[in-house]
């Protein structure tokens, strides 16, 4: 009987874990979809579809999933340049990238993403973030804001930034971005102040609202659309590039999202899984006339300390996300653009990691090099050339020090002169590896002895093969020796290529006799 009521007290706190991120997302999935440049309800829609086939097939209960703001400053551009529909067609080939992900089990290689990088790419999406706002104190005809207007759009940005800080204060109990939103959109209506909406943004987004509205005005969802675009290359074309940086980030903040989510519950989530419905979720959403999402890590957090750590809590917060739709959609159109943009700062402030400042005095420079210069690409291009420059970049460098730790010591064994690696022997190292080596005045016997080395590619392997032309040029004699068998394996892989002959001796040493 108490396992009973233990269920059902764990079914409640999910069930209400849900309820209040359901409230904490509609502010934000607005927003986004002001951030894409498209109507309100984009947003929402995709929160609704994204949130809910995650939460039931993903690999990581608890964590929720919607419309999210370093996907949305993406799809700006597109949005302005083509339109749309173009949009919901790269949503899908977004949706089929990630599909491929999971069921080609690629999403540990997230593992292979440095700290300083990660550091650098969240700093920098907080400033795109920002500067993505920045729009929104401009009229319908692209000029700045003045007088009036200007102090009455920074009045209600100012207000709803306070609020939501002094809320949490008094209580708890209710999302504060909500209610601050709530409390300013009343008070903007009980005033009288002539504030820019969301209806009016709205109705300069494109002529998207018949389309996300019946003609009665009642709300609904979209039905099944697919995306009115020409299906040959040119569309591919257009839309491909998106799409790959759709991917990469989308992927990549869902399963940095799990990781975290792991750490703190000490539970290990399914990242392929999770890509597998993350990609469906976004193909279902592209073909439904949304903008796609992917993990939100503080709607995540609020759920999971609120208790939701399970399947209940996010579909839930689906669910009720979708209640608010069909009930409160137009009262959305009443909401001031200053809240939303109020909300965006604090999203800023809360994203940028203040700390990485402090981290840096302790990095090494290369590493506060690599998280400063993800910062500049991802402001200048886009997140994910930002990603992938940084880690190659760590990666050159990490290849680079290693190569560092390739020393010969040199010994004598008899008549025999033995050149004792230490270190790996790869495509960084191969230069030292030859600078070690003097054939004409070396004995008629040479030794080299890998018992403290490895040889990793086939740069190493080609340095071999040099080595060992260059003895035999001068006449002499070489071994090597206390070859690991995997650099047994890759000299004998790559036969075809170098002038390798290698026989294994009883002793566990190779010998190659030219």
Request: glycine content about 10%; proline content about 4%; overall charge negative.
């Amino acid at each position: 009987m108490s396992g009973l009521f233990n269920k059902l007290g764990s079914f409640k706190t999910e069930v209400l874990s849900g309820v209040t991120v359901s409230l904490a997302l509609v502010p934000e999935a607005v927003a986004f979809a002001f951030v894409a440049g498209l109507h309100p309800l984009v947003g929402l829609h995709a929160a609704i579809i994204v949130g809910l086939i995650t939460a039931v097939f993903g690999g990581r209960p608890g964590m929720i999933s919607a419309a999210a703001g370093s996907l949305a400053v993406v799809m700006l551009a597109l949005v302005q340049q083509h339109g749309v529909e173009y949009l919901f067609a790269a949503v899908v080939l977004m949706g089929l990238m990630q599909l491929g992900i999971g069921i080609a089990r690629l999403g540990r290689f997230i593992r292979m993403i440095p700290v300083p990088v990660m550091l650098g790419f969240v700093n920098g999406l907080a400033i795109v973030i920002g500067m993505a706002q920045m729009g929104q104190f401009k009229t319908a005809q692209n000029d700045w804001l003045t007088g009036m207007d200007l102090y009455t759009m920074l009045g209600v940005v100012g207000l709803t930034m306070a609020l939501i800080y002094l809320i949490p204060r008094f209580t708890k109990a209710v999302p504060a971005a909500l209610t601050s939103i709530i409390l300013v959109s009343l008070g903007v209506i009980w005033l009288g102040l002539d504030a820019v909406t969301v209806g009016d943004r709205a109705s300069v987004q494109g002529g998207l609202d018949l389309f996300f509205f019946g003609s009665d005005a009642e709300p609904q969802l979209n039905g099944f659309h697919i995306p009115m675009v020409p299906f040959n290359f040119e569309t591919l074309a257009i839309i491909f590039p998106y799409a790959l940086v759709l991917t990469i980030i989308g992927t990549t903040e869902s399963l940095l999202t799990m990781t975290l989510i792991d750490d703190i519950t000490q539970t290990r989530g399914q990242g392929n899984r999770e890509c597998v419905a993350l990609g469906a979720g976004n193909l279902l959403a592209g073909m439904f006339g949304t903008m796609g999402g992917c993990a939100l890590i503080g709607q995540s957090m609020i759920n999971v300390r609120s208790g939701g750590t399970q399947r209940w809590s996010s579909i839930t917060a689906a669910l009720g996300l979708l209640l608010i739709v069909l009930v409160a959609a137009p009262l959305i159109e009443q909401v001031p653009i200053g809240a939303l943009v109020g909300l965006m700062f604090v999203v800023v402030i809360a994203t940028f990691e203040w700390s990485s400042l402090n981290i840096m005095r302790g990095m090494s420079r290369t590493d506060a090099f690599v998280m400063v210069l993800v910062t500049v690409l991802t402001v200048v291009f886009d997140l994910a050339v930002a990603v992938v420059a940084g880690v190659v970049v760590a990666a050159l460098v990490f290849a680079w020090r290693h190569a560092q730790y390739l020393h010969v010591e040199i010994k004598q064994e008899g008549e025999a002169r033995v050149y004792e690696l230490h270190g790996p022997l790869f495509f960084v190292s191969t230069h030292n590896f030859g600078q070690a080596f003097e054939p004409q005045h070396d004995p008629d016997h040479v030794i080299v002895d890998f018992r403290y080395s490895r040889v990793y590619d086939h740069s190493g392997i080609e340095a071999i093969d040099n080595l060992t032309k260059r003895y035999l040029k001068a006449g002499k004699h070489l071994t090597l020796r206390h070859l690991s068998p995997e650099c047994q394996k890759l000299l004998k892989n790559a036969a075809h290529l170098v002038e390798v002959n290698v026989s294994e001796d009883p002793h566990y040493h190779v010998s190659l006799n030219q």
